[in-house]
């Protein structure tokens, strides 16, 4: 059969029927746009877990509070309070003849807060913590510094803000926020007032990682977040920086064994704590987009299979309403195989032409997307792996083969008389 | 040799447990070259015949030899081969391809002819010059009139150069002026040597050809030469 004369007759003839055409290929173009949808998103998710992964350095270990499973959320997600990790816990933990490997580490606390300067009061986060805190996580100070050993530990009342904090306290009105007094007080308190911190730093913009703003916290020194905003006496979490990547799982086992040794720890069931390397939070991400992705890409294959069953419908359509074409073609010498071939040829070129329209749209979402993420100031790469469009092109004629194969066979069958016949 | 050899052909039809016999068994022969019209009221046989003779349906009984061949052994693929390559079909509603040239419906058998390598375009510009229709190639089958749709099927029949044209009630549709027009390029086909084979239920119409079959209750009633032969008009339905 001349290929580019049948072409231009299925083109003919959808255009002839350009809203029925428009709902065959309805559900293809979905289908198709889910899937390359899906895996640009993967892709792009998977690029900002990475780059967040090397922003703060694959050798970060945190101490959680309260027992949990290695793989599961820890306790605090499920509204458990545990207050079993305290201050001399982490004094402990510093003793470099007990964890050699430990370069930096750092105690903290969290919470929401208000904060006031003058008239303007921002509901922001506050993390408490000690002068360690800069050299544990990276990042650089846009102004003034961070708070040293002295201000840390003596509990001065001094305060760094983030940098959409500082913008939105000081933004427009013309004063450095370094050196200015702001009030504190925690975001549960209701009457007037609060603690009153001197400014002595500004954090450069960070962006956000692990679907938290970075941007927008305050820092302040760890006994003034535990006493005067929190009211307890233990903390929350303890970060150790190993010195390498090598000495992660060796490190891990020394931090377990100084804590047991000082929550009297005897059998495992006892143990009150949880150590977590970035490298596991990591691939726990991965485990849960690696699942959503999977979940929705059964999602979009329905959404062919839909689409698929869309397609048989109107082929069988089409098939009825050129019964006496059929009849006249087989009159005038087409075997069954090639009326076979033309309505299956028909329906591959319908799928397919469904599914470039599908690779458009699903770029195009793809694009806004990644330029949304961009907006909410994620790191957010936007790609379209070459494998995805073909896939998605490659399934999209396969779907026309396989749900055109019965209507086709159908017009394959028909007896030419009774064709001829048809009314 | 005849080129159709039929001995007791039959034809039943099965619905259920009924069986309606539609052919009887008939017996003739025709030769290459001849123009016969098989007549008769509807619902004799006639088109059922004709099916059979252009291999778009196959006996019950009987033997039908086409060609010295018998054509009982003939599978789909063949009967496909034949429909293309020895036969062309000539109908009463035209059944020309929608949304398509004058010149592209005359190439449709081509485009089923494997094997043969021809310029397809020449030879349905040579098919549509022979009835008339050079200044129509470009034409979508909807711009033109029925007359000329019925000339554009006759190319489409004749393009493959079969060794017969059957034409099923080719002026039924048509106008007697268009319909003359029609006639008389079956006859000048005749003439020039294509064997025709016409189906009509009209005598008028049947008196174009040299020999008349006549079919009443799936059986062969009488075969003779047209004694007094009409000559279709020499007026060609060029006008437009």
Redesign the interface.
């Known amino acids: ?2 290929f580019i ?1 049948e072409l231009k ?1 299925i083109a ?2 959808l255009l ?1 029927r350009k809203g029925r055409s428009f709902l065959t290929i309805l559900g293809i173009v979905i289908g198709v746009a889910g899937v390359i949808i899906i895996i640009s998103l993967g892709a792009g998710a998977q690029s900002l877990v990475l780059g967040q992964v090397t922003k703060l350095g694959s050798n970060l270990l945190s101490v959680q509070p309260g027992k949990s499973n290695e793989k599961g959320p820890p306790a605090q997600a499920f509204g458990i309070v545990v207050t079993s990790l305290t201050t001399a816990d982490a004094d402990a933990l510093r003793d470099p003849g007990r964890v050699p490997h430990a370069a930096a580490l750092n105690a903290l606390v969290r919470g929401t807060t208000t904060v006031t300067w003058g008239s303007r009061t921002i509901d922001t986060n506050f993390v408490g913590t000690d002068s360690y805190y800069s050299q544990v996580i990276n990042f650089n100070m846009a102004e003034g510094q961070f708070f040293g050993q002295q201000e840390g530990e003596g509990n001065a009342n001094v305060v760094v803000l983030g940098s959409s904090v500082a913008d939105s306290l000081f933004g427009n009105s013309g004063v450095d926020p370094v050196g200015q007094i702001i009030k504190v007080k925690a975001a549960s308190q209701t009457e007037a007032g609060g603690v009153p911190l001197r400014i002595i730093g500004v954090v450069e913009k960070r962006g956000s990682s692990f679907f938290q703003d970075q941007d927008d916290q305050i820092f302040l020194p760890l006994a003034i977040g535990q006493q005067q905003l929190l009211g307890i006496h233990y903390l929350q979490a303890i970060n150790i920086k190993v010195d390498s990547a090598d000495h992660v799982s060796q490190t891990i086992d020394d931090v377990t064994s100084v804590l047991r040794q000082q929550h009297h720890v005897k059998t495992n069931t006892d143990v009150d704590f949880t150590v977590r390397n970035i490298a596991d939070a990591v691939s726990l991400l991965t485990t849960i987009t690696n699942a959503l992705s999977l979940f929705l890409t059964a999602m979009a294959a329905i959404a062919l299979v839909v689409g698929g069953v869309g397609i048989l419908n109107i082929m069988l359509v089409t098939v009825a309403e050129r019964t ?2 059929i ?12 009326v076979r071939n033309q309505f299956l040829f028909e329906a591959a070129t319908v799928t397919f032409l469904g599914g470039i329209v599908g690779i458009i749209v699903g770029a195009v979402i793809s694009f806004l997307a990644s330029l949304l993420m961009h907006k909410l100031g994620y790191d957010w790469a936007f790609v379209i792996s070459p494998l995805s469009v073909v896939l998605a092109a490659g399934v999209s004629v396969l779907t026309g083969v396989i749900f055109g194969l019965y209507p086709a066979f159908k017009a394959a069958k028909l ?3 009774d064709a ?1 016949r048809y009314e | 040799m005849a080129l159709i050899h039929a001995v007791n052909l039959k034809k039943d039809y099965v619905n259920g447990d009924v069986v309606t016999p539609v052919l009887k068994g008939v017996s003739f022969d025709i030769a290459a070259g001849e123009f016969v019209a098989i007549m008769g009221p509807s619902g004799s046989g006639k088109s059922t015949l004709m099916h059979i003779l252009g291999f778009l349906d196959r006996p019950t009984g009987g033997k039908f030899e086409f060609e010295g061949q018998d054509t009982a052994e003939f599978d789909d693929d063949r009967l496909a081969q034949i429909r293309n390559e020895r036969v062309g079909f000539v109908f009463q509603a035209f059944n020309l391809l929608p949304r398509t040239t004058v010149l592209d419906n005359v190439k449709l058998p081509l485009v089923y002819n494997r094997g043969k390598k021809t310029d397809q375009t020449a030879a349905a510009r040579q098919a549509l010059e022979a009835v008339g229709l050079s200044h129509r190639l470009d034409f979508y089958t909807n711009q033109i009139s029925g007359g000329e749709k019925q000339r554009v099927a006759i190319a489409r029949a004749l393009v493959n150069d079969p060794a017969v044209i059957f034409a099923d009630e080719p002026t039924g549709n048509l106008d007697s002026k268009s319909g003359g027009a029609v006639m008389k390029i079956l006859q000048d086909l005749n003439d020039a040597g294509r064997t025709i084979i016409l189906v009509t239920h009209e005598l008028d119409t049947a008196e174009h050809a040299k020999r008349i079959m006549r079919i009443r209750d799936g059986q062969l009633v009488g075969d003779e030469p047209v004694r007094k032969r009409k000559l279709a008009s020499l007026e060609r339905d060029l006008a437009k």
């Open positions: 059969m001349n004369a007759m003919k003839g002839a006496r074409e009849g006249l073609r087989k009159a005038v010498g087409a075997t069954n195989k090639a007896n030419p008389i001829l």
